[in-house]
């Protein structure tokens, strides 16, 4: 089946520094891509919609500018949380849509630490 | 907007059977997923139902929905301590995008 790859899985980071994950679609081309993050314990939250070619659409009550999405190619969306803060600290999941079918893929997470 | 609730935990033993149940408010989801999460990983797809059906069958799981009630289940027969994990029901909605809402999470804990 479909794979979608997010890369680094763990990450530590110090407060003020910048964090950038991967998420690659490795067998399929993804005309569109989610972000999703997670608090410990709690439900997955939406935080942006990435289109290849075209502005990530943020949430509401998501920092655009704090939360940097590129979706530069068919293959390839990065989610760049800028000047981390120990608030930050999350697990990210990036979800992959394929053009055909529209089901949608995971990646296996990025868990964000900031000290 | 949407609403997906689920309860928070359900611990069964093993072999017997396990039903997590979730609400929604909103009815405009084509289809209404099951997905699994175990401790640290990703979203692993386990099931879906098209909304125009009641139910739905795949090996030991059992997808109920009930339109009137705006309410979904899954069933898993003959529960295993290796379904043990955090278990969401999500929906589709935003109109042309594929953005998916989950609800709250229900832990499983499998009792040997």
């Known amino acids: 089946g479909a794979v979608v790859s997010q890369h680094p899985s763990r990450v530590i980071c110090k407060s003020g520094t910048s964090v950038k994950i991967e998420c690659r679609s490795l067998d399929f081309q993804a005309t569109t891509m989610f972000w999703y993050r997670q608090f410990p314990k709690q439900s997955l939250m939406l935080m942006a919609t990435s289109n290849e070619g075209s502005k990530a659409t943020y949430e509401q009550g998501v920092e655009k500018d704090k939360f940097l999405i590129n979706h530069a190619s068919l293959t390839l969306s990065t989610l760049t949380v800028t000047s981390a803060h120990p608030e930050d600290s999350s697990f990210y999941i990036c979800?992959?849509?394929?053009?055909?079918?529209?089901?949608?893929?995971f990646g296996e997470g990025s868990r964000l630490t900031v000290l | 907007g949407e609403d997906v609730e689920q309860s928070l935990f359900l611990s069964v033993r093993e072999g017997d059977s396990s039903v997590i149940n979730c609400t929604y408010t909103?009815?405009?989801?084509?289809?209404l997923y099951w997905y699994k999460q175990e401790p640290g990983a990703g979203l692993q797809l386990l099931t879906y139902?098209?909304?125009?059906?009641d139910m739905k069958q795949d090996q030991r799981l059992t997808v109920l929905l009930n339109k009137k009630d705006k309410h979904l289940s899954l069933r898993i027969a003959d529960t295993q301590t290796g379904d043990s994990a955090i278990y969401f029901c999500a929906g589709v909605y935003g109109g042309a995008t594929n953005k998916l809402i989950f609800g709250t999470g229900t832990l499983l804990a499998v009792q040997p």
């Open positions: 979800s992959a849509s394929g053009a055909t079918t529209g089901e949608l893929f």
């Open positions: 909103d009815s405009s989801s084509t289809y």
């Open positions: 139902i098209f909304s125009n059906m």
